[in-house]
């Protein structure tokens, strides 16, 4: 059905979905009391059926979860994947689920906004329901408005982020109205005006444009929200926050829909080509035997061409695609008769696998071939492309350009386009065809490149889909879509070919002469070595005065965008793929400085193996750059799981791949550019960036040809002052000599390969016949050379220094402008000379794009967060590629379980959920077991100190137990991050803090006796460092191989994933065993040879194993050779060598560059660029992706091509700069989470002088990129700020903030003194004296000037100084920072310096209030009733059929007896929900004792010390005063923390509070101490969790000396003494409660474990007593004295319920007397007692639910077997037994009923009287009315329940023998079920016509009928609550509404009335407070809204004129073009 059907036909859906079997047709679940039971059986059944298993999972849903157990092993963290959320809420309810999900967070450090957002999009309404209405809504209006109005949108294109408008209105927001009708109630206003509406948003369609939709939106925020939210104003606004949000967003999407629609329109011919390619190929490839057959033939031979008419070259193109080691163990495995073995057939499944794709290419490149083709032509014009077709050699067509030909002959000329050869045809004699060529490849190219741009610049805000829904680009985009992808050599061919003649393009192009000059163009001429911006306003003509001096210059369209690109890795690779075509378009030159060199180990110059994650923008340019070589590595062939490289994630949009495979892949794109001369790739560049000078320099020994420096000589060579630039022409090299130059008995240096090294020998002889050479060395550790002359080794003379050393350098002038015909002068320098100078490379008409990274302690860095220990480890070889992966074959068989199975595993990799968190406890046990019991961990560091006397491997046990004895560590489960590829295994984790300084110190330690032989050797402390390094680095392997034998141990891998992965081994082992004892894919070497490394391929029961080496060559070895294992990390490029990055671990935090970029040249206008790394870094604990990077070099590539199109430099500064700020900031937000302070794996953090340095450097920036000074701090950006500088609570503090005005001040100043103390200038100590007394005159007289007097006053004191601009940036920078503070305050004041809605603003749930029979605990009643119905029921039915036997009548099986097997059957069923959910009931009660406890109790501590009068006071203790005792808990816990984060202890504290100790109770002692903390410790501190620590002992002590400030209050001898006496009962009182409490984790969803003595038995006798427990209330009957206190504090035997009632009694008696109100306390206290009470009630209903269960299937039981053998004694046997059980728990159940019945018979009847009271005072009498019939026909209901209940509780007791009544018993019990059934049928009748009837404002009419009862319960708990300036007023505001909304409700229980969903309606409109004084307002809750961002415009997409603003909605940029045109190219 449709869900408008479901709304309109509401109450009789939702009323069939209660019978049982049909309860489908009902509506979802609310939030209110789910159902624990199928939680529970599925957590029964994980136990029973096995863990990890697939089987297991699909039952049961989820892996283990256990989220109250705190020592879990190990756990998935994705909501959406282990369920978590819904778990804690059927564990213990909604309120304490939602409660425990956010402490979840928190500790795992999972950014919950972001979460939300994503599970909305796969799952709406669990997430509603899961998270709160209003958090997950107000988490969407804020994503919404974020995309909307952020800079540049998404960050990272993340599909589950992008917006849909069309989706989310017709399938999201439906789902979302269904879920708050179910949380509401249902009404007859959702039937006649919620359906409608709900069906038009279902029938939504784009095609009538998008003012329908606004239509739409009116409607809802006009007509629909009020009602449909109840009236509740938080969900009004949340709800209408998101709706705006939709609302505005659709002008933006039709603005970006056209410029897509431009797009489109420009490569139409493209998408029209490529859909017939799709389409008219034919896709079938020959079957797999064919296939199969071809292969195995070319592993025999390469060149057999019997390959079953398959192309050899195909397969040999699909061979080349395994891993050459895997390559070459396919050749040698099927030459060596082994092709059956289980690797061959692996590896031949891979290869056809791939051999399919590669066929299906050759077919796409013959269609683009054969369509290329044109009609003959009859001539040929010049610089024209034709196809040429040679029938006898095919090998050659192809498109050619005509170049000329010989006049009047036969003879043409052609070039070919892709290699540029030119050659003569001669047409009179080859049988050579001309056709017209037709641009096939080239349209799919333009089309493909349009997809790009789409990503790129419009996939920011809106999902791609998104646009599909416009009919007008429907079907282009799907077919866009679909050509993207398609891949073959000839597309990537034509990219190469059209980016070569761009090039020759710009070459012939760029240079215009003055004749040919447009008016209404922009050029640029070249005068003084730099490009001029001409604007030509007329054609200038020869007689113009400025034509000859126009035509003596160069003029060009485009100034030359040459760019230098320094760095090779993946953000440097992706710009110089990227920014190509920009480059080239210019006639510019791009260079590659690549600090590696390809040649040194064979090109395997990649060994980085951490896995990284890349989003949509490098998905779509590696896609289009790279072609064939992008679907090679990312996209999935038939036949794979999952594409064997990289990873791909689909519903997010991501991709994952190896830093080394993404470097190898994007280098070989590279080199094809390198290869066509598009680009230049240096290796070994040796080029450094001086951030000081802002050069780019070299080393004279990394100097390459081509290379521009510049050098102090003119261009003659004379040497000068200046700078001229010169070019490197020749590096010449020492040349080994050859054999004709070698002479006998001659010494000479000779290169020896392996030893990479020259060693001397001497030529002893030649033989001359032979042509042999014999050479006698003369070191005696070589031996000597005989060689033939053409086999000589590289030969030098004697005392060459090296191989192949460069010899001299020859530089080359530029030429001289005065004299083009002079040649250039050239000057040559012996390298010896020049190798160590330091050369400037003259980048004055160049671009600089640096990516190298971030340099270790960099000084031009912003470390913006504060840092978290952190480590990797890489694992590799054939444990990975085999054994997980099956060398790439997919990983489902052909079977239907295995179809099934490959659509419900989420992943389909083996680790499952890439994030997961693991014991960190358990991971100290097993360093310890390994390093106690392994031999091999015990040699490992053994062998560390061998050469020392002291046996330190013992140290090494000792240490690692210390360490393990340190536990529970302050982290107790570390988030890991699990990543694989097809051969990679990868995790990342954060480590605990307790490991990284114990491993510090234990390395210091152990190598202690090292230090003490120091020689004194210059290298010794070098040396030192190393073995350090080292030591620590086996610390480091100890603790991941203990983490993956801890991840083993969890149920966290895919379904059957833990049996794929393999034992791994970090380490190599030192134990030599018999090769037979491993097992297959295990990585070893020979005991005799170590040197190389094998792996097992195969293991036959008898005979040789088969292995192979790092090569891929075979070998068989007998299985008894002595062996040792060897360890399974990532290897160098050699596959020996251990990778020197696969194991590390390092300090993590988030920094950026100072600069985005930085001007070269202003006035030529280039610049130095930072990218990647170098920009900004994320850390890969939260984001380990390269988004930044793409989105730098995506931002460079705009700005180069705005240059194209002669964009003014200083705009495309400011538009490069804005956005890369933004990206910057995004960068830190996505790794530390948005909520600063309560989510995420780094918080804000840094020194104030640290942050003027950044912020000086950015106001630098902004001034040369024309930018707002005043706005140089975007919001985000003063978010993070301000986290960081002010901590919440202080914002308002007057002390606090002008001490932190003051030193930020005093920061800047001191900065302004550094800056003019590196300025070097003669009169520098001067003006810093000048500087320095002025200022401290100015801060002597008026110390309290403003911004701009103070720094003006400085400024006039140093005039004419030169230093105007130091001095403007000082002020700039205070100017800042103040509206940092200025932000802060305002936040606080909106309430919105937490972000997240759920941890401030989401409203309690129904089951958040702790009462007597509370609203949940009224189902039990109605199950319990049921129960004890349905068995007497039972039970009559079978005293019937006994009956009927006993007259004689028929043996065979009775229908009674029938019915009575079912009825008993059925009650079970009952029982197990009322178990279940009653433990839930239970453990939330539980919990609440629990919460008192930990976080109340003090708090109604000191509120009851403030009641004690001043004497009393005085006497006590001050280890008993309760605000000494909780600022000693305080002062303890930053102590503690502070040691944590620094090492060390803070004394200056510890000092100071005990200096407060001695006078603790004096207000100004108090007050000093209060000032220490504010301008000294919190402002100095750093870290946010210290600085949080020092703000709550500040609130603390402030609220003392407020208390201590306050008049006392008037006291009588009675009051004084009871108030006494109260306290020190009530301080003894935890003493009572602590052992009373049940903190243990929950088993099976519902049980908690828990001591014997909380037993349920024990709980039930406990109830009872308390019942007869006589408790003293009344006022004589309380302590008077602390020593009466003691005493009646100290009787055990008095139940906790009754000592909490009694000390309620009392403190409400003190607080009467003493005239000041405790409300709050007492408020506290009664929901303790109730919870206490409530509890054991519980345990009476759990208990006799087991009865019954357990009863009900004994019963069963015997009356089947009754009615098998009705003569079985056994069968009557077990048939009484279940009788008597029933009649002895008959009374406990019937009292249950009656007294949980009966509580709410009496909750009606007050009830009756309150609202009868009411009625007549109401505004809205109607509602009144309406909910009093509903009373009435609730009451007439629990009575005919409390009748039936009794009735069967009394047929029950009658069954058993000693009653004899059983005859009665039949009809008593035939009667209840009757009176069940007519109850069961009013019920129906209140909830689906009578309250189905109320107005859906239900809260709204109730809460103002009542509206002077709740103004003065408010008033009472205003006076009762204290308020301050640390909490903002709303969260204060919150706390007072919400005790003012649970007095009311328990003083008028609506709960009984109304149910939990309407009853939760009037609970949640109060707790937003009353209409009149609502705290809840907008700015409350726009806590995200982006709108106010002062330069940003969110009207830009109104104006008129095309604009680009190159994805930053709004910002204005003068950019009179947009990329569409440039796409035109």
Known sequence: WHIHSWLRWNRWYDGFGQIPIIGFTGFPASENFPSTRNHAVASFFRVVLGRGSWLTRTLTGFEELTTFDDNFVAQNLAAESNGFETANRNQVGTYYGRQNTNKFRMHHRLPADESIVRTFMSSPSSTLVNNGIEHVLLCLGKHWNNMIYQFSGNFAHQRMEQ???????????????????????????????????????????????????????????????????????????????????????????????????????????????????????????????????????????????????????????????????????????????????????????????????????????????????????????????????????????????????????????????MTGNTFWVDIAEEELRILQYIAVAESIVYAQKAFMQIELDHGKRFSYFAFMELPDLQRDLRNLQVISQAQCSALDDTKLILLKEAKEVAARNIDVDVSNMKPGKTYYIYENSQYIKYECTRKVMENDSEYETLSQKRIVKVPPQNLIIVGGGPCGLLSTLHCAENVVSSNGQLRLYESRDAFIQGGATFERAQIIRLDARWIAMLRYHLGTIYEDVYIPSSGETDSHYGNTLPTQGFVEITIKDLEAMMHLGVSKLDSMGLVDHVTKSGAQYNYKTNELKKKGSALKENDLVLLKYDYSGNVVEEDYSWRVVAVNTVEPLNANQVEVGTKYSIWVPKKRKLYPYTLVGVNVVLGSYQFRSIDDDMDDIICENFELPSVYPYGTKGHSITEDITFEALRDGSDVTKEPHRMTFPFSVISDNSYVIDTSHTHVFEAIGKQHNSPVHFSATTYEPYGVCCITGMKVSMVMHRFGNRRWNNGILDDIRSHTDQNTRIVGDFTKSINSKLIAEIMHELITTNPDWKQHFKNFFEDLSIPQEFLVMKAVEQYKDMAPFRRTHLQVRFFETGDNYYLGMEFTREYDFWKNQVVEELTSPIVIKNDGSPSFEKRMRRFKGSVSHAFDCLWFEAALETVKRGDVYNPGGHTKIPSLYIIDSYQDVKLESLPVAETFCLSIDKSERYEILEKPMFGQVLVRNVEGVLSKLDRNIMVRRGGNLSRGPDGNTQSKVALATFPVGHYVNFRTMRVSNKERGYVFAFGGDEQATPHFMRYSGLTGAAINSMLFNNFLMDALQSVDFVVRFNLYSKETNWSNGEVVQRGTGANYGKDGFLRPGFTIEHGIDYLHSKVIEYEESNQDLDEVLSRDWKIKFAASMIPRGLELNEVFISSLQVLIRNTIFMKLISEVKSETTKDNDALIERLTTTRELIMIENPDLGIEEHWDAIADAVTNSGLESNILYAKKCEHNLDQVITFAQQLYRDNARIS??????????????????????????????????????????????????????????????????????????????????ASRYKNRNEIAREEFMDTKYTRVLLDVYKLVDAEGRANIMLAENPFFIEANSMVDTYLSNYRYYYNKRNTDLMVAFDSLKRKFMNRSAIEEFNDQLLKKFILNEVSSYLQEDLVKLYELMSELAMFLKSPSCRYDDTSSGVSRGLYRRLFLFKNRLNPTLQRGPIKFGFFKMRKMRHAHLFACFQYFYYVLYCQRTGDNSFPISEEQATRVSNNSMKPIAAETAEIIAQLQFVSDQVGVPSARAIQDLRTLQYATVESHVTSLIITSGWITFFSGIVFTAGNICLSIDDSNDVCEGIDDGAMWSLGITAPIAAYLVILLLGRKMGHLISLHGSMRRKASTSDNPRAIRKSLGILATQQFATVLRIVASLGAAFSLICTLDPIGMGDKAELVALGSLALQILSTTFLFLIEYSMRWNLDPKLGEYVCESYKDDIEDIKDIYSRSIPRNNIKTQQIQDKTLWEYVTREFLHHNRFDTLFSANRFGNIMQYLQSGLAKDRYVEHNHFATASVRNLGAFDKDAYSREGKTRTSGQTGFKSPVVSTRVEFLQL
């Not at 050459?324 to 092709?339: A, F, Q, S, V, Y």
């Open 163 to 417: 917006l849909n408008p069309f989706l989310v209105l017709r399938f999201h927001m439906v789902v979302t109205i269904v879920t708050i009708v179910s949380l509401r109630g249902l009404s007859q206003w959702d039937a006649k005006v919620l359906a409608p509406f709900v069906k038009k948003l279902q029938l939504l369609k784009a095609d009538v444009g998008l003012d329908s939709i606004r239509i739409l939106l009116q409607e809802m925020k006009g007509d629909i929200i009020g009602n449909l939210c109840g009236g509740v104003e938080s969900k009004v606004y949340a709800l209408t926050t998101w709706v705006d949000a939709i609302e505005d967003s659709l002008v933006h999407f039709e603005n970006e829909a056209s410029a897509i629609a431009s797009i489109v329109n420009t490569c139409r011919d493209g998408i029209e080509l490529a859909l017939d390619l799709i389409t008219e190929i034919s896709w079938d490839v020959p079957n797999q035997s064919n296939l199969r057959f071809a292969i195995e033939n070319i592993c025999v031979d390469q060149h057999s061409m019997n390959t079953n008419g398959i192309s050899r070259h195909t397969v040999l193109r699909a061979m080349n695609l395994l891993s050459p080691k895997d390559k070459r163990t396919l050749i040698e495995l099927k030459n060596g008769g082994m092709i059956n073995s289980e690797p061959a057939q692996l590896l031949v499944g891979r290869v056809i696998t791939l051999l399919n794709r590669e066929l299906r290419r050759d077919t796409m490149n013959d269609w683009i071939s054969k369509n290329s083709m044109g009609a003959p032509v009859d001539g040929v014009q010049l610089g024209e492309v034709y196809w040429l077709q040679w029938d006898r050699n095919p090998t050659r067509n192809g498109s050619y350009v005509f170049e000329g030909q010989v006049t009047g002959g036969s003879l043409l000329q052609f070039r070919h386009r």
């Open 1396 to 1477: 997240s809605q759920g941890y401030v603003n989401q409203p309690k749930s129904v089951d958040s209030i702790i009462d007597s029979f509370a609203v949940e605990a009224q189902n039990f009643a109605n199950s319990l009733n049921q129960s004890a119905t349905l068995l007497a029921a039972s039970v009559a039915l079978r005293l019937l059929d006994n009956e009927d036997s006993a007259d004689g009548g028929d043996n065979d099986v009775s229908a009674s007896t029938i019915y009575s097997a079912v009825l008993a059957g059925i009650s079970p069923l009952i029982a197990v929900g009322t178990i279940t959910n």
